[in-house]
């Protein structure tokens, strides 16, 4: 798995980015030349990144395209005119005129004979520039995580087009398909569609992913990696449509061609290319407005005003704004979502255009064909070619490639890699994992200022364009926030990494993308203008419940909405559960036992009111169920209930306190639910003590707050019953922040005041009592539910545990609850009291 990084040694340095202008002056006549770009600052060499101490025993030289650099003056020394140079002398010299820029870009970079991409492999440290994909496996396997979320968000289409646009070598799709591979229903959904001009590079893709050609034809293959289809394609409208979508386009737009406009005392000109008296290529300003001068018109529509004001030199690229437009409509009307990531800026571009050779900067004229051309990526021209589409598609982003990395949860993928490796390789899966999402932010930086990280985090931005039934993608509905109590923790847990273990890290990179699905404080605001259920359904549609909503005829009912959220949920955990390896599974399983026992008593006293049992089992939670539940009916006390039926469930150990014959009356019942539960934390609680690490810290903390959540609870709910204060001291969990002390003073409170005296001691729980005013215990339920979320929230920000897992669930119910009540008070037109039971996570 580790074999590329093998390979690749190199320690980054930092990469500069100088602006000065290109042009020092305008020129004022038709088809003057230019005066040529100053050269290139002293520091130039550092534009280069070297591996190995000596430069003799072969240097690796890997520069990525994203620092804007002003090329150096080309050689004037004759050499013979290769065939591009003589087929673009041809153009010019047939239009009688010169060419614009784009059109210079675009034959240089994929002319069919000679063009720069076609017939060879023009990248890493043999090539003339690096590329994410190529730095790191880590940045595919991402993209990963980034697809899955998508396509879990899109239903989890049985077929999916993932089309890869300009895939290069073809190595993010074989990481992409490689850390999926486990998301068999993922995996089989996928048709693989590679948009690729290069002859030579599809070749390469067709070889790295392992593929065997069907019979008839080299364009359809099978991959082998995870026996999918593959077809190549030359351009994205070849692409079959009318299957939900999902595309990637990673470092392809940068590659498509632009057009230069250059104010000057005429107005705006277009640079374009001319050949001189000495036979070279130069640049040259057009006289009259061009065609392209259209875009140019609409892109300043998009600006604004203090762009406008400042421009001096516009670059615009038809090619991206009309590739967008295409995608948008494809997204918008298939379904699904496009991942775009490029260096770029989130506005208006001046002049970006820069020719790569060998990893060295050089004159975009300087033997054209031989150097990659590449240029920002105009962000907000994508976004507004989108929008203008299609109606159907949202835009989200762009966010920096380190905060889009670091959301989905990079930091776990490269510390469980890191401890299955030997030294080289861990050396460079840090490296690697620096220039992704280094450079000047690094939020996620833990370590002495004077290593800050350095790399392509910032100056590369992912933008995603959705189809709007899909909801916002992952992990672009909100970034985590850190805070320095846990991030600092977080430090004393560096040794978390040799002990997670690899499966854990990429689930839970899963699970902080979903994390950021969950409904915020927005998306409650709206809900809350709703009029009745439909319209809750409607605002739902966009989110992840939607898909399990839209059958639902109206007139709808609350238990519908609530039923089907948690079927969600309920999918949602298996798809954990399915992936996770030991100890993960049990941890999960934990997670379900709390739900058995309310399902058992459900059922317990429901049986005892002479409920009908089918009725009875349609109100179990989904996650509480177990095969024999239907038998609980029969029995008639204690031991018949354990010997029938709980015997064979993991309930079964938490029963030993409660072996009485006693009669299943409504207080032993009672009785019984507490008795269980306090065995299963204690159980839950040493489970995870055992685990050690950042897992014991985190749990421990959440579940001493169950416990003593519970603790408070049973006393207010005993508080005037025959229950006797032994007995209620019996029922309390043996752990928490009360335990023991605090016990022996609620064992003997007798009204809501002293309950309260006594947890005012303890200064976590100070701040939900003094909520309340004396003598009421009304939102005492509230007040600990925002409590426990706000500690669910908290444990997002401390790595490698699994109280992601829980906390997630736990989240996951906390929404479900905020959506009953929401609906409830619509439904029953009680509106102004949807604040009083709502909890807000972000
Ligand atoms: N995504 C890859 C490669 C980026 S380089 C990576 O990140 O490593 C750009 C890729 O786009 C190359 O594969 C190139 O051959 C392809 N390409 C460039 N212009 C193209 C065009 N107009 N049509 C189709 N493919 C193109």
């Known amino acids: 798995m580790l074999r590329r990084l093998l390979t690749q040694t190199s320690s980054p340095r930092r990469l500069l980015s100088s602006k000065t202008p290109f042009f020092s002056k305008p020129s004022l006549s038709p088809f003057s030349s230019l005066p040529s770009s100053p050269d290139p600052p002293s520091s130039a060499s550092s534009h280069v990144e070297e591996s190995g101490s000596s430069a003799a025993a072969g240097t690796t030289i890997s ?3 994203s620092a804007l650099f002003n090329p150096p003056d080309h050689s004037h020394e004759p050499t013979p005119d290769s065939e591009l140079v003589k087929h673009l002398k041809s ?9 614009s820029v784009a059109e210079y870009m675009e034959e240089v970079l994929t002319n069919p004979r000679s063009g720069y991409y076609m017939n060879r492999d023009v990248f890493g440290a043999q090539g003339d520039f690096i590329t994410s994909p190529e730095v790191s496996q880590m940045f595919g396997e991402m993209i990963g995580v980034w697809t899955v979320c998508l396509w879990e968000q899109m239903g989890k289409p049985e077929r999916v087009n993932l089309i890869e646009l300009g895939p290069g070598r073809g190595t993010l799709m074989v990481d992409l398909l490689r850390g999926t591979s486990k998301f068999r229903n993922f995996t089989e959904s996928l048709h693989i569609h590679l948009v690729e001009c290069s002859p030579a590079l599809q070749k390469l893709q067709h070889q790295n992913l392992k593929c065997t050609d069907e019979s008839s034809s080299e364009k359809k293959a099978i991959s082998s990696l995870a026996g999918t289809p593959v077809h190549w394609h030359s351009t994205l409208e070849e692409v079959p449509s009318g299957v939900p979508t999902i595309i990637i386009a990673h470092e392809f737009y940068d590659a498509l061609p632009v057009h230069q406009f250059q104010k000057s005392p005429r107005g705006w000109c277009e640079k374009m290319v001319d050949v001189g008296e000495d036979s070279q290529f130069r640049f040259v300003l057009s006289p009259q407005p061009t065609p392209a001068a259209l875009y140019l018109v609409k892109r300043s529509t998009w600006a604004t005003p203090e762009e406008k004001e400042k421009l001096e030199h516009v670059e615009i690229s038809p090619k991206s704004m009309d590739l967008t437009q295409e995608i948008a409509k494809r997204i918008g009307s298939d379904g699904g979502g496009a991942l775009i990531i490029d260096y770029g800026k989130d506005g208006i571009i001046s002049d970006s255009l820069q020719a790569i050779r060998e990893h060295k900067f050089v004159n975009i004229l300087d033997d054209p064909g031989s150097a990659d051309l590449s240029a920002y990526v105009d962000f907000p021209s994508i976004k507004h070619s989108a929008e203008e589409a299609s109606e159907n598609v949202s835009v989200h982003g762009p966010m920096t490639q380190s905060q889009f990395l670091g959301s989905l949860g990079i930091n776990f993928r490269v510390d469980s890699l890191l401890q ?14 620096w220039r992704l999402v280094g450079d000047g932010e690094a939020p996620f930086w833990e370590g002495p200022d004077e290593q800050t990280p350095i790399g392509m985090g910032e100056r590369y931005l992912a933008m995603a364009i959705v189809n709007r039934n899909q909801g916002t993608p992952a992990p672009f509905q909100s970034l985590p926030c850190l805070r320095s109590e846990y991030l600092l923790k977080g430090r004393m847990y560096g040794f978390e990494a040799l002990t997670f273990n690899i499966h854990g890290g990429y689930l839970e990179a899963i699970v902080r993308g979903h994390r950021a699905g969950l409904l915020t404080t927005a998306d409650y605001n709206n809900l809350c203008q709703c009029e009745n259920l439909d319209d809750i359904k409607m605002h739902l549609s966009a989110t992840k419940y939607g898909s399990y909503l839209q059958n639902e005829p109206s007139p709808l009912h609350t238990t519908t909405i609530v039923e089907k959220c948690t079927l969600k949920l309920v999918d949602d955990y298996k798809h954990m559960l399915c992936q996770a390896t030991e100890p993960m599974s049990t941890f999960l399983e934990y997670i379900r036992y709390g739900h058995m026992i309310d399902n058992v008593v459900l ?3 429901g049986t ?22 239907a038998t609980l009916a029969v029995a008639q006390n204690m031991r018949e209930l354990y010997r029938l039926v709980l015997v064979d469930t993991p309930l079964a150990p938490y029963f030993s306190e409660c072996l009485t014959s006693e009669d299943l009356d409504d207080m032993n019942i ?4 507490n008795t269980l539960y306090k065995a299963y934390l204690e159980d839950f609680y040493k489970f995870c003590q055992k685990l050690g690490g950042a897992t014991s810290e985190i749990m421990s903390d959440l579940l001493a707050f169950e416990a003593d959540r519970r603790a408070v609870n049973i006393t207010i709910n005993s508080i005037g019953t025959e229950l006797t204060r032994e007995d209620r001291k019996k029922l309390y969990s043996n752990f928490g922040l009360l335990y023991p002390y605090g016990h022996e003073e609620l064992a003997i409170c007798e009204d809501i005041d002293q309950v309260r005296g006594v947890m005012e001691k303890y200064p976590p729980y100070q701040a939900i009592f003094s909520k309340m005013s004396y003598g009421e215990s009304q939102m005492l339920d509230k007040a600990f539910y925002e409590e426990e979320v706000r500690r669910l929230c908290l444990a997002f920000e401390q790595q490698f545990h699994y109280g992601v897992f829980f906390a997630y669930m736990r989240l996951r119910e906390q929404e479900i609850r905020n959506l009953m009540w929401i609906s409830e008070c619509v439904a029953q037109n009680q509106k102004s009291r949807i604040h009083d039971s709502v909890v807000y996570m972000f």
Do not use: W
Not at 91 to 99: D, E, M, S
Not at 423 to 430: F, G, K, T, V
Not at 611 to 617: G, S, W
Not at 670 to 673: G, K, L, S
């Open 63 to 65: 520069v990525d395209r």
């Open 91 to 99: 153009v010019i010299k047939f239009r009688g005129g010169p060419i």
């Open 420 to 433: 299955n490796c030997d030294d080289e390789q861990a050396e460079s899966l840090r490296s690697g994992y």
């Open 603 to 605: 059922i317990v006293t």
């Open 608 to 629: 005892l009111h002479e409920r009908d049992v089918q009725e009875l089992i349609e109100k179990c939670h989904p996650l509480g169920m177990f095969d024999s539940i």
């Open 670 to 673: 009672e009785i019984m639910r």
